[in-house]
Nanobody, 124 residues
């Protein structure tokens, strides 16, 4: 089992940057693919990005490609989501999640472990 804790959310203006962190504890972090999701009130949770166990492969939601970068440091048991050129439509609660399954899934039900979420608010 692994426990995840996100941090780094905040209130920003459009165009600014922010880095979210996802600190893991418990079983070997490197065994898990890490996904990032976001959710706004009244909407379903949306896949944002995923990074492979070793960090060599990444997958992104089309609307964040070129602006967001997923990374991880397995020695520190931490994953990151670097967000640049933020837009008001990026406003959401952001979650990190981990899966021991194969492939970088965009489906939230395939992720076994979740953090509590961190709020990102982007004003225009």
């Amino acid at each position: 089992q692994v426990q995840l804790v996100e941090s780094g959310g905040g209130l920003l203006q459009a165009g600014e940057s922010l880095r979210l962190s996802c600190a893991a504890s418990g079983r070997a972090f490197s065994r898990y693919i890490v996904g990032w999701f976001r959710q706004t009130p009244g909407k379903e949770r949306e896949f944002v990005a995923a990074i492979s166990r070793g960090g060599g492969s990444r997958s992104y939601l089309d609307s964040v490609k070129g602006r967001f970068t997923a990374s991880r440091d397995n020695a520190k048991n931490t994953a990151y989501l670097e967000m640049k050129s933020l837009k008001p439509e990026d406003t959401a609660v952001y979650y990190c999640a981990a899966t021991s399954g194969d492939g970088m899934s965009t489906t939230e039900s395939l992720y076994e472990y979740w953090g509590q979420g961190t709020q990102v608010t982007v004003s225009s």
